[in-house]
Nanobody, 117 residues
Framework: QVQLVESGGGLVQTGGSLRLSCAAS????????GVWYRQAPGKQRELVAR???????NYADSEKGRLTIARDFDKNTVYLQMNSLKPEEPAVYLC???????????WGQGTQVTVSS
């Protein structure tokens, strides 16, 4: 059974930082891209960062410079470091595993991030 479990969300002040984690089991995460999405109330789910199986990264244009995605092969985990958080960004952050063909195969349950002003 494949599971992706996110953690690290919470309440943070404007300008603060959080590091989200996505731990995988039942799947070799390094053979898939790890992808973070953001789902805000009333808005479409949007991709914020991706790291491929080879370690290439890309970010949403609006997030460049504030987010860093990384992976730990030994822990089978993908991380999302978020800095300089803004108050308009409260949302659920979801982790997904993307196959080499670009298919989003598995999703985590999400972790809530709330930024106070």
């Amino acid at each position: 059974q494949v599971q992706l479990v996110e953690s690290g969300g919470g309440l943070v002040q404007t300008g603060g930082s959080l590091r989200l984690s996505c731990a995988a089991s039942g799947i070799i995460f390094s053979m898939n891209a790890g992808v973070w999405y953001r789902q805000a109330p009333g808005k479409q789910r949007e991709l914020v960062a991706r790291i491929t199986s080879r370690g290439f990264t890309n970010y949403a244009d609006s997030e460049k410079g504030r987010l860093t995605i990384a992976r730990d092969f030994d822990k089978n985990t993908v991380y999302l470091q978020m800095n300089s958080l803004k108050p308009e960004e409260p949302a659920v952050y979801l982790c997904a595993a993307e196959s080499p063909l670009g298919v989003l195969r598995y999703w985590g349950q999400g972790t809530q991030v709330t930024v106070s002003s």
